[in-house]
């Protein structure tokens, strides 16, 4: 059964559907092929047949309903000696055989949602990634810190083509970090800041991980040359757009700003920031539970907190979807793209 908070809603998984999700898993996983490369996806096109009834509805509606902006199913099984410590990098050197049951349980479940993708400059283009800190990066604006506070934003607030959803699936959380959330539908703006907000008056930039990974590991793909073009020739854009009445939004406060002397445009920024931050609600990822937010009507943020590095820090899988990547009638296979 399911229930709906504060346009949250909520799945909790009985038993009998555990042991569907297990059946299907246990199938896919003997199959060889991990859901962190494209060719799971191509093969297992039509995998959502292997989530259990009640929660492919409740993902279903979940999709249709515009008014939900979040969403939470518990309950998945996950164990702390099964998946090992928290590691240390996202170049894991064992592999990814330690996560490959939750994983399989986000890919059915995106496949209820769309079509899963990934940005080529991220985590070598895989296909589901992770969200842990990463000594050295503490006080970096990425899933990979921790001292700081990670600002409100969009996922690829920077791209035309950001992805439908974003799924974080909680292996290890115990400190419950909690990810804040907060819709441009609970926000309240004057009509003057509403209106600047809709017009091209801001330049996003692409954040730190696209260019700086590269950088390190492949200077050379063509990739990063793009992410570098798309960093200093940014395209202005709005934040608000859409429908004027019922509004998406994109948003990335640490890399964006204003185009030129914009005195007013400067204000509505502070202002819809300043409301995020009344309105915004703190949802956690915890173990065994996954986190869907919907990128273009919900900013999320995340709270700060103290890395230990001892294998028990909070590690998130993290998958990005599209309703709809490849358009009417194409081969529903998934890709990276640049």
């Given at each position: ?176 970090v909690p990810t804040y959330a907060a819709a441009i539908r609970d926000v309240v703006l ?67 700003r204003c185009i030129g002397d914009d005195p007013t445009a400067e204000r509505a920024l ?36 103290k890395a230990r590095y001892d294998g028990t820090d909070r590690w998130l899988r993290k ?20």
């Amino acid at each position: 059964m399911y229930a709906t908070y504060a346009r949250t809603r909520e799945y909790t998984l009985k038993r009998p559907e555990v042991d569907v999700l297990l059946d299907g898993q246990r199938e896919l996983v003997e199959s060889g092929l991990s859901p962190v490369e494209p060719e799971f996806y191509q093969k297992y096109a039509g995998c959502q047949g292997l989530v259990p009834e009640g929660l492919r509805g409740f993902l279903e509606d979940f999709r249709n309903d515009r008014s939900s902006t979040a969403c939470q199913v518990h309950g998945f099984p996950v164990g702390d000696a099964a998946v090992g410590p928290t590691p240390q990098h996202w170049e894991r050197p064992d592999g990814y055989d330690s996560t490959i049951e939750s994983d399989v349980y986000m890919a059915l479940c995106a496949s209820v949602l769309g079509d899963p993708f990934s940005w080529a400059t991220l985590q070598r283009g895989r296909l589901i990634q992770d969200v842990f800190p990463i000594r050295g990066d503490e006080r970096r604006e990425s899933g990979h810190g921790s001292d700081a506070f990670l600002m409100f934003h969009t996922d690829d607030a920077f791209r035309p083509d950001s992805c439908d959803y974003i799924m974080l699936f909680g292996v290890r959380n115990h400190d419950a970090v909690p990810t804040y959330a907060a819709a441009i539908r609970d926000v309240v703006l004057s009509d003057e800041y509403r209106r600047v907000l809709f017009e091209d008056r801001f330049h996003i930039l692409p954040d730190d991980e696209h260019i700086r990974q590269l950088e390190l590991r492949a200077p050379d793909d063509p990739a990063l040359q793009r992410a570098i073009e798309m960093r200093d020739h940014p395209q202005p854009v709005s934040v608000l757009f859409g429908d004027v009445l019922d509004p998406n939004i994109r948003l990335d406060v640490p890399y964006m700003r204003c185009i030129g002397d914009d005195p007013t445009a400067e204000r509505a920024l502070t202002a819809l920031q300043v409301e995020l931050d009344r309105v915004r609600r703190p949802l956690v990822a915890a173990q065994g539970t996954l986190l869907i937010i919907d990128n273009h009507s919900v900013v999320h943020a995340r709270e700060s907190f103290k890395a230990r590095y001892d294998g028990t820090d909070r590690w998130l899988r993290k998958i990005i979807v599209s309703r709809d990547l490849f358009g009417d009638g194409a081969d529903p296979t998934c890709r990276v793209l640049l």
